[in-house]
C-alpha cells in the first residue's frame, strides 16, 4: 500500500489548497434590478430602454419633463414608465446615464443626491462635429465617465453602452444585435453588474475593458464608428475576438 500526505508550506505546516479562479463569465442575476435611464428620451436612451424592457427588466425612463418621459414610455410599451429624473434616479437601482454630452455635467450636478449610493452607468460620448465628420473630445477630467465620477463622489460609476446603434435598439423588426459592450469601472461587482445587464438583450455580451482611466478612448472610438457607418451606410459594432 502506498499512503499520501497532505503538501505542507515552507514551515512544514499543512498548505491550504488554492480556491479555483473564478469564471468571468459566472455573471449575477440583474433580472430583478430597476433600471433607470436619464435622457431616455434621446435616441439613444429611448433604445436602451425598449431593449432592456423588452428583455424582460423594469426600466423607468428619465426626462426634464416628466410629462415628455411618461408619453414616451407609453411608445415603447413593455412595462417601462416615465419620470422627471430626479424620481427616476430615486427609484431605480442602475442608472444609465445617456444625456448629450453639453448636458452631462449639468445634469449629474443636479442629482448627486438622488444617485448617492447608486451604480450609475455612464455611456455618454464627447463628441464635436465639422465639416469634416465628427471627432473626440478630451474632457478636464479625461472622459465623460471620469467626469461623472469626479461630480458623483457618493455614487459607483462605471462606463458602457458607447458603441450601440440607436437605429439598430429602436428597429422592432430587428430580434437580435450582434455587437459587443465594453465595460469599465473600478469594481469588479460592479462590472459584472453591467455586464449582465448587457447580457440580457440578445445577441450582446459585456466585456471587461479597464478601469475608468480607460475610458476616453472607448467613447472616443464612436468617432471612428461613425466614419465608418458613413462610408459603408452601415450601423457598425463592435466584437471582442478570442475572449
Not at 500526505?5 to 514551515?11: I, L, N, R, V, W
Not at 447608486?118 to 465617465?145: M, T
Not at 478601469?211 to 458613413?230: C, K, P, T
Amino acid at each position: 500500500m502506498t499512503s499520501s500526505t497532505a503538501p505542507t508550506d515552507s514551515t512544514g505546516s499543512t498548505a491550504t489548497p488554492k480556491a479555483a479562479p473564478k469564471d468571468p463569465w459566472d455573471l449575477p442575476d440583474v433580472s430583478g434590478l430597476v433600471v433607470g435611464v436619464l435622457g431616455g428620451t434621446g435616441e439613444q436612451g429611448r433604445g436602451l430602454a425598449y431593449r432592456l424592457a423588452k428583455a424582460g427588466q423594469k426600466v423607468i425612463l428619465g426626462s426634464r419633463a416628466a410629462d415628455r418621459a411618461q408619453a414616451v414610455a407609453d411608445e415603447l410599451g413593455h412595462g417601462v414608465e416615465g419620470a422627471d429624473n430626479a424620481e427616476c434616479a430615486r427609484r431605480s437601482d442602475i442608472v444609465i446615464v445617456a444625456v448629450p454630452w453639453d448636458g452631462h455635467a449639468k445634469t449629474l450636478e443636479s442629482l448627486r443626491e438622488e444617485l448617492t449610493g447608486k451604480l450609475v452607468v455612464d455611456c455618454v460620448n464627447p463628441l464635436g462635429f465639422d465639416k469634416k465628420g465628427a471627432y473626440a473630445l478630451k474632457p478636464e477630467e479625461g472622459s465623460a465617465a471620469e467626469q461623472a465620477a469626479a461630480l458623483l463622489p457618493d455614487s459607483r460609476v462605471a462606463a458602457a453602452f458607447h458603441h450601440l446603434s440607436a437605429v439598430l435598439l429602436q428597429d422592432a423588426s430587428i430580434e437580435e444585435i450582434d455587437t459587443d459592450v465594453m465595460v469599465l469601472g473600478e469594481e469588479r461587482a460592479d462590472v459584472e453588474l453591467v455586464q449582465a445587464l448587457a447580457g440580457r438583450i440578445p445577441g450582446m455580451r459585456g466585456v471587461f475593458a479597464g478601469r475608468l482611466r480607460n475610458a476616453h478612448q472607448v467613447e472616443a472610438l464612436v468617432a471612428n464608428l461613425i466614419s465608418v457607418n458613413r462610408r459603408y451606410k452601415a450601423h457598425a459594432g463592435l466584437r471582442v475576438t478570442d475572449v
